[in-house]
């Protein structure tokens, strides 16, 4: 991998962050380029212990302006790109979905008509499950490579485009590509909307956590540090052109994971409040990850370890969450690229 160079978009977000530090410590030879827009999403403050090591460059750049990304492919000639930059969460998706299409779509596909004029060596589009829908709660279900298509949220909708047109630049142009969906991912610099950094941060400053509908719905957790492990071999070892679901067996209900978090910081119950439930709610999701197993994947935490990791890290980094909910991160100023 010497003199390598790989592309990561969204390194400043939750899961390209983790990866981007993943990928500077491990391989400190290959060159990793950070390529973020630093939306409200973006946070470079994360990167403050890998921000001087050689290997790491950060680019602000916006992954829909082909002016700048298709020039910066010729210039740069990456060998890999691993993409991640997208909108990500399903709320703002339904009070503002243009901005889903736009990124997530329209971003997918500038990135792949750069890569198309480099010869790169393989392109990762970082999905999720949730382009698969919902499944019901009988236990046995789960969400296979070959599912069919049918998200339920222009977030969802908005990614399962983004797989169709990564899909096609392989068979129309020979681009070689790996697709992963991942399911519900965990841990540290995970941004505070989100359901389990957002039930931290309430209940360590005691307040309300806001649980949708009756708090039954399950998602399928994984610790993001096994999501980088998952997404590096895939790189390295992924079969031109496949599809790979990525989780760990550990569903839960939403009311479980919130319980869990109050009882381990020793909280009252009483701060659970049941609210409105979020439009097109999707019941469940639960991954069968057989295909990336049989690459040699397995994960190292499993819910118990991962979540004690995750609010041990919460509590030791309280100046990075509360930051985040001052907004005070955005100071934190860089300038655009330019070539
Ligand atoms: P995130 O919202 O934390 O980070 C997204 C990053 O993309 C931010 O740094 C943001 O600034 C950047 N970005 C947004 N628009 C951009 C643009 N136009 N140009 C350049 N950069 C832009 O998201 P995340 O939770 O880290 O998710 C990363 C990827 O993984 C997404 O593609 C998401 O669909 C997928 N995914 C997430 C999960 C999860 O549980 N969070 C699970 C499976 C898959
Ligand atoms: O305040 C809340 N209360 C609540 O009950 C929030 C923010 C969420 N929820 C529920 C909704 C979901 O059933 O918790 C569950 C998890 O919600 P989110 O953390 O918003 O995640 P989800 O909608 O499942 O999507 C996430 O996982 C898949 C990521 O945001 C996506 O980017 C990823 O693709």
């Known amino acids: 991998m010497a003199n390598t160079k790989i592309l990561v978009t969204g390194g400043a977000g939750f899961i390209g962050g983790n990866f981007v530090q993943y990928m500077v410590n491990k391989y400190p030879s290959v ?16 990167h403050r212990e890998i921000e001087n090591k050689g290997n790491y460059h950060f680019i602000k750049a916006d992954i829909t302006d082909r002016e700048t990304i298709i020039p910066l492919f010729e210039k740069e000639l990456f060998d890999y790109v691993v993409h991640f ?12 979905p243009e901005v889903f299409v736009r990124t997530n779509v329209l971003g997918t596909q500038v990135l792949l008509d750069a890569s198309k004029k480099i010869g790169l ?25 070959t599912t069919p298509l049918q998200p339920n949220s222009p977030y969802s909708a908005s990614k399962a485009s983004s797989d169709m047109i990564v899909r096609a630049y392989h068979k129309t142009f020979g681009l ?43 998602r399928d957790w994984l610790h993001v540090l096994d999501h980088c492990a ?21 569903e839960r209900t939403n009311l479980e994971v919130v319980k869990t978090i109050i009882k381990t910081l020793g909280k009252s119950e009483e701060l659970i409040e049941f609210v409105k439930d979020r439009l097109g709610h999707d019941k469940r999701y639960a ?34 969450w509360e930051q985040i909910i001052s907004g005070e991160y955005q100071k934190y100023f860089v300038k655009q690229y330019s070539l």
């Open 176 to 218: 070689p590509i790996n697709i992963t969906r991942c399911s519900n991912n965990y841990g540290p610099f995970h941004f505070p909307e989100k359901l389990i950094p957002l039930t931290i941060s309430r209940v360590l400053n005691e307040e309300k956590v806001p649980v949708y509908g009756d708090g039954g719905n399950i």
């Open 121 to 145: 060596k393989k392109f990762v589009h970082v999905s999720t499950d949730e382009v698969y829908g919902e499944l019901d709660f009988d236990p046995t279900t789960f969400f296979t490579e």
């Open 287 to 320: 991954i069968d990850p057989t295909k990336l197993e049989q690459l040699g994947w397995k994960p190292t935490y499993t819910f118990e370890s991962g979540i004690a990791q995750t609010i041990d890290w919460y509590l030791d980094n309280k100046w990075w």
């Open 31 to 46: 060159e990793v380029y950070n390529l973020d827009l630093l939306t409200y999403a973006g946070d470079l403050t994360k």
């Open 85 to 96: 930059a997208a909108e990500s969460h399903v709320d703002r998706s339904i009070t503002d």
């Open 230 to 250: 998952a997404i590096d071999l895939v790189l390295h070892e992924g079969i031109n052109g496949e599809v790979y679901n990525v989780g760990g067996h550990n």
